[in-house]
């Protein structure tokens, strides 16, 4: 009897500590705070083997602006169906810059694009490593996005 008590107690301990492991963020196309939005956009039904571009969107917010020193890039979960030519997308290249109202040196928002081959429908995800800045300080942010992406029969 005494052999089942303890048995039970382990189990009990494992299936306490299994509830409280961290749990991975689910991905969605947006994340928004107070100090930031992101966005993976989706691209426009193409056909299978062609290149497509999604778009990611950063836009800096109270008081907030993108940190144009910080190397912005995208890093795609592998995916069936998805090709990249890099495991981590650097975006700054290709990167569309919007300056802030009555500070044109700082940059409010960046768009920048995600080009990959797509051979069948699937979901785009991944983490979107940025920068956004006050003049006090800045945040080092990463966020999970996903996104379907279309494929034209």
Partial sequence: MLAALAASSCTKDKDA??????AKP???NREERPEYLVELLAPTAQAAGAEVTALVHVAGRGGYHVNADYPLAFT???????????????????????????AAK?????????????????????VLAFSICQPEQCLIKKARLAVDVPVAP
């Fill in 17 to 22: 500590s299994a509830d409280t492991a961290p």
């Fill in 26 to 28: 689910a991905a969605s």
């Fill in 76 to 102: 795609p979960d592998p995916v069936e169906g998805l090709a990249f030519k890099d495991k981590r997308i650097a975006l700054l290249d290709s990167a569309e810059r919007t300056p802030c109202a009555g």
């Fill in 106 to 126: 700082d940059t409010c928002e960046v768009r920048a694009k995600v080009p990959f081959t797509a051979s069948k429908t699937a979901k785009l995800s991944g």
